[in-house]
């Protein structure tokens, strides 16, 4: 049973999309990612070594497919985990994404392989990019992760955030924002999620000390702070895509 849920487990990131009630947003062009955490146990270098091939064969299955991996390397509660974040143009993708994957038998059997390994998804969540006209980059070497409850504010803090962003863009055209809303069920519907990336640790040094000094920038994040947002969670992560 223990090697039956590892696999299903491992499954569920390939075909998840017949688990979620996507008929809303089936014509949307908006950008979409599936974003799922395993405990590894330590097992993180195996996985890796046998997630290759597997991500290979997404990409020569589905070549628009942007699947990426992170580490949660330093404090908090999620060290240690793995987030796998596979990003879609469009909901229509997304299911032909997960229809081709069902129906490939190499895939299939790649998947079967990592049976032996222990795992644990410990949550999955689909994500809908709020700011695709400023998209900079899909993933960065370093990514900081904010999880936001707006107290159902969403709108007003998505428009106060590109506010800033543009703002941060023109003065740092190096640092990557993203704004994601999880979407559908689950207990982190709703969320409003801020992923800002670096492309080393030295640069977010760099360029966090750049944004506390800027008068102009910290006025813009006072005013959307406004709407009273609570930050639930934070996270620092490095991409360890194999």
Known sequence: MK?????????????????????????????????????????????????????ARLKVINPKQNVHVHESQFAGTDVGRINLVAEH??????EQVGLKADKDKELAGLLANMANIEID?????????????QVRKSSSPVEEVYSIDTHGKNDAYVEGSKKLHAAIYKKIPDISVRVWEAT??????????????????????????????????????AERDKIGATIISTGLSTDITP
């Open 3 to 55: 090697q039956l849920r590892m696999t299903l487990s491992l499954l569920l990131y390939v075909v998840a999309v017949f688990t979620l009630p996507m008929q809303a947003y089936a014509a949307d062009e908006t950008p979409i990612a599936q974003v799922y955490t395993f405990d590894t146990h330590g097992n993180t270098a195996a996985w890796l070594e046998a997630a290759k091939p597997i991500l």
């Open 89 to 94: 143009p469009s909901m229509a993708h997304m």
């Open 121 to 133: 998804m410990v949550s999955q969540s689909l994500l809908l990019d709020r700011a695709p006209d």
């Open 184 to 221: 559908f069920a689950g207990e982190s519907t709703g969320m409003i999620y801020i992923v800002v990336g670096y492309q080393s640790m030295a640069d977010m040094e760099r360029i966090g000390s750049r944004i506390e000094d800027d008068e102009q920038i910290q006025s813009l994040f």
